[in-house]
């Protein structure tokens, strides 16, 4: 599973890598966004 975090707060998306990263040790973290703009911008850009 690829786990992209889009989170604007940066203790909460911290907290939220921490988890998924506990929980879901497979997971592959492919990034982690803080806007709206830059979330819209990998979107389109990345498969």
Avoid: C, F
């Avoid at 599973?1 to 911290?14: F, H, Q, T």
């Avoid at 997971?27 to 389109?44: K, R």
């Amino acid at each position: 599973m690829r786990v992209l975090v889009i989170e604007d707060e940066n203790l909460a998306a911290k907290r939220l890598i921490k988890l998924i990263q506990e929980e879901l040790p497979e997971a592959e973290l492919i990034g982690n966004l803080d806007t709206v703009t830059a979330s819209v911008h990998w979107l389109e850009t990345n498969p």
